[in-house]
């Protein structure tokens, strides 16, 4: 193996974990998904750099393959040296290790969209996941009561389905899209943060449609700094819609199901803080949408 290669190989290998690395925890379909596309791109960067390591003993076709094999559409030059990142590697010119010829070889960043696509579609394939969780639990059917009383008594099945002791926090119904909400206790307490609380909330929208959560969800996102993906859930029931939206400080995700008498729509979610160990965001959601059901299913 030449100099060059033991310098680009792993600089290579770095880039492809750039350009396939998540932000946050994935669900385990989302992670293996990423592996393979990971090994993929591996793949083709190491034929890089085999294609790099010709064009530094002379090999001209060289170039082409090396053009081919850049993920993102990056290019690689031969010649002066070039503004970083560069690496200067020297050849020998014969098999005896005399000095040879000083080749510099510059790696071109991503386009700076490469990375947001690939994050993009991380994103859509978490939400596909989360609504393949939900819709193998049956489709959800939640109607709005004649008169609204107190929040359901969810947090026991909520502790033990999230492993770790739930409350009531706070809220009531109907109560807009946060309604009743429920919180691990840790996270309730007077000396946390935000950030070390994992919430799920039962909210009910009177007359509003699941386009209009939306675009309020969309709203309130940019307005915080954050950014949102969205997704179609048929899974779980007609018209239903995920979003997750991540901000500073935590990771909302929102269910919104259509009422069956038309009243309005449901709004279940949860909202991870960074801290809070691991991201059970698909768990709880599902375990919120039983908690739900069973409160006003039918």
């Not at 179609?232 to 269910?255: F, I, N, W």
């Amino acid at each position: 193996m030449t100099d060059l290669e033991h310098v680009l190989g792993p600089r290579l290998n770095d880039l492809a974990d750039y350009l396939t690395e998540p932000v946050g925890t994935v669900p385990a379909g989302a992670a293996i998904a990423r592996y393979r596309r990971q090994r993929r791109t591996r793949a083709g960067l190491a034929a890089v750099a085999a294609a790099v390591a010709l064009i530094a003993i002379g090999v001209p076709t060289a170039m082409s393959t090396l053009g081919a094999g850049r993920p993102g559409g990056g290019t690689a030059h031969q010649g002066p040296a070039a503004p970083s990142p560069d690496w200067s590697v020297t050849l020998p010119a014969d098999g005896t290790g005399s000095s040879g010829v000083t080749t510099h070889v510059e790696l071109d960043p991503p386009p700076p969209g490469a990375a947001a696509d690939a994050q993009a579609v991380l994103e859509q394939e978490q939400l596909h996941a989360t609504a393949a969780l939900l819709g193998a639990q049956g489709p959800v059917r939640l109607t709005g009561p004649a008169r609204w009383g107190s929040c359901p008594k969810a947090a026991p099945g909520l502790s033990a389905a999230l492993h770790t002791d739930v409350v009531y926090w706070q809220g009531a119904l109907p109560g807009g899209p946060d309604g009743c909400q429920f919180a691990n206790a840790a996270g309730t307490a007077g000396s946390s943060s935000p950030e070390d609380r994992l919430s799920v909330g039962i909210g009910f929208l009177r007359g509003a449609t699941v386009i209009q959560m939306e675009h309020g969800v969309l709203g309130s996102a940019a307005t915080s700094g954050g950014r949102c993906a969205v997704a179609d859930a048929p899974e779980v029931a007609a018209s239903a819609e995920l979003q997750r939206c991540t901000l500073p400080g935590e990771v909302r995700t929102y269910l919104d199901v259509p009422d069956a008498g038309g009243a309005g729509i449901w709004v279940l979610s949860v909202t991870v803080g960074d801290r809070y160990p691991g991201d059970p965001a698909g768990t709880a959601l599902a375990a919120v949408t039983r908690a739900a059901q069973s409160a006003f299913g039918g």
